[in-house]
Each structure stands twice: as C-alpha cells, then as structure tokens.
C-alpha cells in the first residue's frame, strides 16, 4: 500500500440533507441490492425505511480520498465495541487499498479504546467475505445469510 494513498484518505463527518441521504442510498442499493434481493427480496420503500432508521448521520462518515468521495463507512460506538454497519466503496476505488486504510484505522482505535470491532456481511458477498479474513477478522458466528466477524482490541 502506498504512503501517498494513505495519507489522501480521512473520514469525514457527513452533512445531513435530503440529496446527501439520497446519494448514500444510491450507492448502499448499487453495492447490496443484489444480496439483499438474493437472501430476502429487494422492497424499494422497506429498504429507503431501514436505511433511513438504521443508519444515523452521525455514525456515517464520508471516504474522502483527497477531493473525491471514494464511498463512506457507518461506524457505531457501542459501549463494548466498534460496530461497522457497513463500509462502502465505489466501484472505481475498490481493490486500491482504500478499505485495508479504514480498516487499520479502526483497529488502532480498537486496541486504544480495549473495543474489539464488530461487523456483519452477507454470506454471498464472497469479495467481502474475503477481505475481512484477509485482514484477521475472525468468525464469531454465521446463520442463513450472514457472517458475523470480530476484531479483537487486542490481539496478542
């Protein structure tokens, strides 16, 4: 991974506006609606409502990778752990190193605040699937359609 990239990329808090929260939609639906679809069935207004609910302006934080919005991550502060809701990224900022950064980012802030890191993914998201266990995140539980994965604070 390059220096230069890593020093481009910051998370950034998001604004709240009906066109920001359109704009996350669009690129939670291009990213997951076909697992969504394949494990539950794709219900467009369901979907706007969970999103809507789910996911609060203040967890989310913009991937900027210099100038451009390379996708953003929904991290919730639980009292026993970083949760990752969900992480991102557009299609022509994937496989460059980008999510490995947010990632790293994450678990130095896990091993300083003794939070191990949790996060859940579709069991057909087999290039995601992969990515967390590329980066040691461990298995803590699966059912029908998802993998549940921690992060220990410490891994000693």
């Keep these: 991974m390059n220096d230069n990239l890593m020093n481009r990329v910051a998370l950034v808090p998001v604004e709240e506006s009906a066109a920001k929260t359109q704009e996350l939609f669009s690129q939670y639906e291009a990213a997951l609606r076909d697992h969504i679809d394949l494990a539950f069935g794709w219900d467009d207004g369901f979907q706007r ?17 210099g100038a451009d ?19 991102i990224l557009k299609p022509s900022f994937q496989r460059q190193g980008i999510g490995k950064i947010i990632l790293r980012s994450l678990m ?48 000693k």
């Excluded at 409502?49 to 990778?65: G, K, M, N, T, W």
């Excluded at 091993?111 to 069991?123: A, H, M, N, V, Y």
């Design 49 to 65: 409502r969970r999103f809507a609910e789910s996911y609060a302006h203040s967890d989310i934080r913009l991937i900027q990778v």
């Design 69 to 87: 919005t390379a996708g953003y991550a929904v991290i919730r502060m639980l009292d026993d752990a970083i949760h990752l809701s969900l992480l």
């Design 108 to 155: 130095s802030k896990a091993e300083r605040t003794g939070k191990d890191i949790t996060l859940s993914c579709f069991l057909s998201n087999s290039k995601a699937v992969a990515f967390y266990e590329s980066m040691k995140f461990q298995v803590a539980s699966t059912d029908e359609y998802f993998v549940d994965y921690r992060f220990p604070a410490s891994t």
